[in-house]
């Protein structure tokens, strides 16, 4: 089935939230807290916790 290139890319931004790839931060979201989260992404804390908030819905 064929894709138009804007559904292309709305899909590309909603598999990346904050520059983090979902895959990538569910497998170290087990092992890591906060903090280390945060410094592993170069994101802010608040932004880690908005992320877990998200994920959980």
Do not use: P
């Amino acid at each position: 089935m064929r894709q138009a290139k804007n559904e292309t890319d709305a899909k590309q931004i909603n598999r990346q939230l904050f520059s983090v790839d979902f895959h990538d931060f569910l497998e170290k979201e087990a092992t890591m807290n906060d903090v280390e989260l945060s410094q592993e992404f170069h994101i802010s804390i608040g932004d880690v916790r908005l992320l877990r908030k998200k994920m959980s819905r």
